[in-house]
């Protein structure tokens, strides 16, 4: 069993920068791939970012390439979501889930945190 829990959500103006956290609970953090996904209102929830067991593959929406920043710390059981030029088109419920199975597919996920508030204002 593993628990996730988000933090790092907030209000933030376009152009800025939000750091998410999620801490895993467990001592085999490192045998999951870990995934960011992201529920705009009235919205489908959605793959964000994923990062492989070591972290040396990241993988990314294209809606967010080349401004997102996925990463982990395996000794800390922590995985981040570093947000640059951030967009009101953005702002949603941000969620880490994890995955023993190497696939970011939304419906195989085996773990979920409860989200946390992301809102970009213009």
């Known amino acids: 069993q593993v628990q996730l829990v988000e933090s790092g959500g907030g209000l933030v103006q376009a152009g800025g920068s939000l750091r998410l956290s999620c801490a895993a609970s467990g001592r085999t953090f490192s045998s999951y791939v870990m995934g960011w996904f992201r529920q705009a209102p009235g919205k489908e929830r959605e793959f964000v970012a994923g990062?492989?067991?070591?972290?040396?593959?990241?993988y990314y929406s294209d809606s967010v390439k080349g401004r997102f920043t996925i990463s982990r710390d395996n000794a800390k059981n922590t995985v981040y979501l570093q947000m640059n030029s951030l967009k009101p088109e953005d702002t949603a419920i941000y969620y880490c889930?994890?995955?023993?199975?190497?696939?970011?597919?939304?419906?195989?996920?085996?773990?979920w945190g409860q989200g946390t508030h992301v809102t970009v204002s213009s």
């Open positions: 990062i492989t067991w070591n972290g040396a593959g990241t």
């Open positions: 889930a994890a995955n023993r199975a190497n696939t970011y597919r939304l419906e195989s996920m085996d773990y």
